[in-house]
């Protein structure tokens, strides 16, 4: 069992950062592979980032790529997302969650999931 806990989201304005962490428990951490995914009101939720269970392998979402950078520390059992340049189209609730898949970006392959984080972005 994996628990998963956001934090870190908050309202910032356009072209601002933010830095979002995700505190997990459980001693299997270091076998999953971490993603964030994220869901705007009305929308479907979708993939954002994922780091592979060693922290050697990233992927991007294309609407987020060279703005967001996702790593974890396995030590203290947290993956992290920092955001950059941010834009208003960004504003959504923010979810971190484990895969023992690779590098996947299906959310249907994620076991656990946290409660997530509300990030708002003005313009």
């Known amino acids: 069992q994996v628990q998963l806990v956001e934090s870190g989201g908050g309202l910032v304005q356009a072209g601002g950062s933010l830095r979002l962490s995700c505190a997990t428990s459980?001693?299997?951490?270091?076998?999953?592979?971490m993603g964030w995914f994220r869901q705007a009101p009305g929308k479907e939720r979708e993939f954002v980032a994922v780091?592979?269970?060693?922290?050697?392998?990233?992927y991007y979402a294309d609407s987020v790529k060279g703005r967001f950078t996702i790593s974890r520390d396995n030590a203290k059992n947290t993956v992290s997302l920092q955001m950059n340049s941010l834009k208003p189209e960004d504003t959504a609730v923010y979810y971190c969650?484990?895969?023992?898949?690779?590098?996947?970006?299906?959310?249907?392959?994620?076991?656990?999931w946290g409660q997530g984080t509300q990030v708002t972005v003005s313009s």
């Open positions: 969650a484990a895969t023992p898949w690779y590098i996947v970006t299906n959310p249907a392959q994620y076991d656990y």
């Open positions: 780091v592979s269970s060693s922290g050697g392998s990233t």
């Open positions: 459980g001693r299997t951490f270091s076998t999953y592979a």
